[in-house]
T-cell receptor, first 115, second 109 residues
Framework: ETGVTQTPRHLVMGMTNKKSLKCEQH?????MYWYKQSAKKPLELMFVYNFKEQTENNSVPSRFSPECPNSSHLFLHLHTLQPEDSALYLC??????????????FGDGTRLSIL | GQNIDQPTEMTATEGAIVQINCTYQ??????LFWYQQHAGEAPTFLSY??LDGLEEKGRFSSFLSRSKGYSYLLLKELQMKDSASYLC??????????WGAGTKLIIKP
């Protein structure tokens, strides 16, 4: 139990579907992150929210749309995805973004497969 | 560009010692993290180094040399449960985490 819960754990969707990934953290943190993890590649940072404000958007295609209604919840809305978007999507949280010694705490991820 | 290099895969024997190396080239340096990730699970924080030297935490130790852009994670008395991927990440001058691709460690009996 890492204190960061992601749902669903697995998701299979067609390219024309719309779905959402959910992340909830119970650690009292103020920063939340979305990462994409593909096999044998480094973690790719997608979005960062610090105190509910988006502070990073690393050139992510618009078919990925984040939402952070409060410091404990983070969503990733998906639509018209491509096969290359199949990956593990990890959510993380930390006390605040860029805090000097603060590690990020990760959820178990959502394994996304695009048909 | 910014780059983190780690071996893709390593194999070691139960009860032995293994050293996983990480070299980095980043714009600035504000600390280095090691994470462990079991298959299908969340990465979990292992260690943090910001000053040169060795940090020891039970069976795991992490070393940093900033002048060489080099770190290693040392695992002693290996157990089967140590089979996992080990991720190295460096915080750059903008406090962004730059990640390596991870080292898959296989422990054999």
């Amino acid at each position: 139990e890492t204190g960061v819960t992601q749902t669903p754990r697995h998701l299979v969707m067609g390219m024309t579907n719309k779905k959402s990934l959910k992340c909830e953290q119970h650690l009292g943190h103020n920063a939340m992150y979305w990462y994409k993890q593909s096999a044998k590649k480094p973690l790719e940072l997608m979005f960062v929210y610090n105190f509910k404000e988006q502070t990073e958007n690393n050139s992510v295609p618009s078919r990925f749309s984040p939402e952070c209604p409060n410091s404990s919840h983070l969503f990733l809305h998906l639509h018209t995805l491509q096969p290359e978007d199949s990956a593990l999507y990890l959510c993380a949280s930390s006390q605040e973004a860029g805090g000097p010694t603060q590690p990020q705490h990760f959820g178990d991820g959502t394994r996304l497969s695009i048909l | 560009g910014q780059n983190i290099d780690q071996p893709t895969e390593m194999t070691a024997t139960e009860g032995a010692i293994v050293q996983i190396n990480c070299t980095y080239q980043t714009s600035g340096f504000n600390g280095l993290f090691w994470y462990q990730q079991h298959a299908g699970e969340a990465p979990t924080f292992l260690s943090y180094n910001v000053l040169d030297g060795l940090e020891e935490k039970g069976r795991f130790s992490s070393f940093l040399s900033r002048s060489k852009g080099y770190s290693y994670l040392l695992l002693k008395e290996l157990q089967m449960k140590d089979s996992a991927s080990y991720l190295c990440a460096v915080r750059d001058q903008h406090y962004q985490l730059i990640w390596g691709a991870g080292t898959k460690l296989i422990i054999k009996p």
